[in-house]
């Protein structure tokens, strides 16, 4: 039988590593710093998104955490976020999973999920 997408990922460990090393990749990614950089300064804020996304991830990947946050047009509502800044938080997450070690197929199981988000997330 094959593993589930969270599994796959390390389960809760292994996506909360992902999750960590995606967010200091955006943090150190001069296209999209300026939006994560801030969080530096609010530990809690930085810890909630951090929450969020381990969240998010392990339910969307059939794991068994319950994801607590708000629908993702909600959450990015007024952020404008551009399609390209988009594409650079996706190379970002890519790259991650790389330095994971992630297997191609589940990079592309990943790229798919955050695919399927973009209209949510993009000019809200």
Known sequence: ???SLFERLGG??????????AIDAHMNNPQVSAR???????????????????EFFSEGS??????????MSIAHRGMNISPAEYMHVLDDILETL????????????????????????IAQ
């Open 1 to 3: 039988m094959e593993k």
């Open 12 to 21: 809760t460990d292994g996506i909360t590593q992902i999750v960590d090393d």
């Open 36 to 54: 994560f950089l801030p969080y530096r300064e609010m530990p809690e804020q930085l810890a909630l998104v951090k929450k969020h996304s381990v």
């Open 62 to 71: 059939g794991g068994p955490t319950k994801y607590s946050g708000k629908d």
């Open 98 to 121: 790389d330095k994971h070690k992630i297997d191609e197929g589940t990079k592309k199981d990943v790229l798919s999920i955050l695919w399927s988000l973009k209209d949510m997330i």
